[in-house]
């Protein structure tokens, strides 16, 4: 054994003294700073497998809009502006109280936490109420594709007199409706999944899980809220604002 | 230079008195638990069910095609039979085989840590690979699917009324078992090493695995949201990868294959890093060139990434993006053919003995050799033109898979048997086994080549007579593997039970694996290792074990 691995040892040894053993560090961690390093890249490897799984559709979304272009301008004006902006601020906002939440568990705070929480839950179960709403609308337009999908409301994406659309305008807007849906739909899931874990977060806080020092399930979480909070700022330019005009 | 190691005495060995077998008692100590080693027991005889399941589609297929005329099946029965083959085999055998269970059992214990970084996420994704295969055996015995495992649009979406949604579903749930294997897999190696063990210390199994997680962590959510799509458009008619309806099919293969063709290096690359220890400790050798063939590997999961289109050359894809992606296939054979010369030049001066682990890996290299120059054959684009859809491809596929990946498989069940179970599987038989198999295996390949080349469709059921004599032996070939599979099945049982004991390093290995008792303690280390030396040092071996005070075991 040389120098350098005796140095090696004695290091480790007065690591493994130091350190003491919260009960939220597992077994096979030697030092807290190591679990808490783990479980961040972790989750940082999950969001990359997320971005992955979203790139799929914006991929098939990209392509089909230089396809299908003017198909695709009039679907996209005829969805809420009004609605998918506040949808947009309702989300930046819980973004917002998530950073809070992070900061009062960091700073052991914990009626600060479970406030922070509950407006994130609050505010997650807005914005998909709103959604829902959308998306009643598109049913009563007939805007859902399959059967029943219509055009009738559509109006011709540049020329604002009574010009005939293009036959296969339908088919097309289809593909932009579908997209839409897969879309938001995927979105919309990944918040159902974030607000269930939010509710189990909440329970755990009120038992001071996370407010004596083990703050790393709160940061996560947060990092997993604030990658649903990006995508829907990358869906909502793509579906609701580029090339849009005004109608009529 | 080669260190001569005398290998110990195994007559006084014993077993241990406790170990991650006996710590538990009881069925819920097994399907709760945490530890890496009992995960990858679970691991090991659900892939084994399914790779029989796998291989019984297969000795149909050889049965139907024994005689030209369709006689056994139907056409549409023969469909669903080589569609579950393929599922089976790819989805639920080989992209699991060497991860899940020798990965899962050594990875942690290579790089010396007390289990993997997430040991729940662990046990989540043997559930998943469990739900998946309840799926994929739904699809089947509520009536089979037909599409071929590459699920092609639109076909699979709007022509067949069979289970495809089923097996679609299987496939979704079994690439989330993957991905969670890769992630924790990526972690454990960035964060959970043993003080010393640098990044160019740990073994070249460590690597590749590495290489094989990028990929499944990168590729298989792609995978998952095409199938997810397919789904879609299954259930609502609609049509985005429908041309009819203004969809691209194209845009499914693009997807679909930006997976698919990753997922071979995913299904090679921890076969590959078996090879690496099984080579080197045969020889008594260090690897010949570590830094080459630790870097071969992430080369083959860069390069991995941007070959896809190779699959689509007859599709209608461009032909300057043909060329682009026909110049990076033959790229991404430098890193294979570094791979090859560089475990050869390992044997150069080795002192190499023949035991079982070692004819597999043998077997590999001359397998996979064969299975990636005509690899290269299919990457030129005037050759894939004639070849590609018909059983030169077939031929060329099993020859990577089977003979390349099956063979490692063994080589690592073989190699690390006695670690995992504490007990030697009879020497004799295995090596037979080994031999039978690779005869088996050139038997019924071989002749696929040929018919390929004549020109032979693959996924039909029926073909003209002139090609019955290739087929036969083929079909003859099949047999013989089938035996050969069998055979380990059955001797490995026995040795559960009546096994000689194999003492903690019956190798002479220099991995940290083989330096705790065999089968090791649920923690792995009493006290975390120090990592003074490089791997494969066969010297320090030597020293450590002239130093040694107790007796091996």
Known sequence: MDSQTVAIRQQAEIEHHEHEHPPYLRHHFETVEQQKEAVSFGMWLFLLTEIMFFGGLFMAYLLYRNWYYDAFVSASNTLGIGLGTTNTAVLILSSF?????????????????????????????????????????KYTEHHIPGASFSIEDFTHPTDKRDVALAPDMAQHAQIFFFLYFAMTGMHALHMIIGISILFALLYKASKDAYTKGHTSTIDNFGLYWHFVDIVWIFLFPLLYLISRHPLH | MSTIVRLPNQQDATLPKRSYLNSEYGLKSWLLTGDHKRIAILYLISITFFFFLGGAFAGLIRLELLTPMPDLV??????????????????????????????????????????????????????LYIVAGIFTVSALVLGGVDTGWTFTTPLSTHYLNTHVITAAMGVFIAGFSSIFTGLNFIVTTHRMRAPGMTWFRIPLFVWSHYAASILMVLGTPVL???????????????????????????????????????????????????????????????????????????????????????????????????????????????????KIF????????????????????????????????????????????????????????????????????????????????????????????????????????????????????????????????????????????????????????????????????????????????????????????????????????????????????
């Open chain 1, 97 to 137: 109280t998530m950073a809070m939440g992070v900061y009062c568990a960091e700073m052991r705070n914990k009626r600060g936490l479970l406030i922070s929480l509950s407006a994130t839950i609050l505010l997650g179960l807005v914005f998909l109420g709103i959604k829902t709403i959308e998306y009643h609308e």
């Open chain 2, 74 to 127: 139907a056409s549409d029965t023969y469909n669903k039979l080589f569609t579950m083959h393929g599922i089976i085999m790819v989805f639920l055998f080989l992209v699991p085989s060497v991860p899940a269970t020798i990965g899962n059992f050594v990875l942690p214990i290579m790089l010396g840590a007390r289990d993997l970084a997430f040991p729940k996420i662990n046990l989540l994704s043997w559930y």
């Open chain 2, 224 to 338: 998952a949201i095409t199938l997810v799509l397919v789904a879609l458009e299954r259930l609502f008619g609609i049509g985005v990868f429908d041309p009819s309806k203004g969809g691209d099919p194209l845009l499914f293969q693009h997807l679909f294959w930006f997976y698919s063709h990753p997922a071979v290096y995913i299904m090679i690359l921890p076969g590959m890093g078996v090879i690496s220890e099984v080579i080197s400790t045969f020889s008594r050798k260090r690897v010949f060139g570590y830094t080459a063939v630790a870097f071969s590997s992430v080369a083959i999961a860069v390069f991995g990434f941007f070959v896809w289109a190779h699959h689509m050359f007859i599709m209608g894809v461009s032909n300057y993006s043909a060329l682009v992606f026909s110049l990076l296939t033959m790229l991404v054979a430098v890193p294979s053919a570094i």
């Open chain 2, 342 to 553: 560089n475990w050869a030049a390992t044997l150069y001066k080795g002192s190499i003995t023949f035991e079982t682990p070692m004819l597999y890996a043998f077997g590999f290299m001359g397998l996979f050799t064969i299975g990636g120059l005509t690899g290269v054959f299919l990457g030129s684009l005037g050759m894939d033109i004639h070849l590609t859809e018909t059983y030169f491809i077939v031929a060329h596929f099993h020859f990577v898979m089977v003979g390349g990946m099956l063979m490692a498989y063994l080589a690592g069940v073989h190699f690390w048997w006695p670690k995992i179970t504490g007990r030697m599987y009879p020497e004799g038989l295995s090596k037979l086994a080994a031999v039978v198999t690779f005869i088996g295996f050139i038997l019924t390949f071989f002749p696929q080549f040929i018919l390929g080349y004549l020109g032979m469709p693959r996924r039909y059921h029926a073909y003209p007579p002139e090609f019955q004599v290739l087929n036969v032996l083929s079909t003859a070939g099949a047999t013989v593997l089938g035996i050969g599979y069998l055979l380990p099945m059955i001797y490995m049982t026995w040795s559960l039970k009546y096994g000689a004991i194999a003492g903690s390093n019956p190798w002479q290995a220099t991995g940290l694996e083989w330096q705790i008792q065999s089968p090791p303690p649920t923690e792995n280390f009493l006290e975390i290792p120090v990592v003074d030396h490089e791997a494969y040092d066969y010297e320090w071996l030597a020293n450590k074990t002239q130093h040694e005070v107790t007796t091996v075991g």
